[in-house]
């Protein structure tokens, strides 16, 4: 019996979910929920934005780098779920804006 390696390697290894289902599913949503993609927006945080901390004139970083650090994530997950509903650079243009 001749054992094909690859066929054996790809069997032993879980295969996880394609992106295009993923995203075919948020996009499911965002047509049902056109409203989706604002709270998308508010949740992640993506119009705030931190004020600046000045001493003698220079900005200085904030005190807390894991706080930093969360809310960086928080964004980058907001903009990955946009990007999987179809949510094009113009339409966030234009939402923010709205805001």
């Known amino acids: 019996m001749i ?5 054996v390697i790809r069997a032993l290894i879980p295969h996880k979910p394609s992106t295009g289902d ?3 599913r948020w996009r499911n949503a965002r047509a049902v929920a056109p409203e989706l993609a604002a709270d ?3 949740f ?16 200085t970083p904030e005190l807390d780098p894991a706080r930093l650090a969360y809310e960086a994530g928080r964004r980058d997950l907001g903009l990955q779920l946009l990007a999987l509903m179809g949510v094009s650079q113009t339409e966030l243009n234009a939402m923010m804006e709205d805001r």
């Open 22 to 24: 993923t995203a075919r």
């Open 40 to 42: 998308v927006i508010r």
């Open 44 to 59: 992640s945080g993506l119009l705030t934005m931190q004020p600046a901390r000045f001493v003698d004139g220079f900005s």
């Open 3 to 7: 054992w094909d390696r690859f066929t």
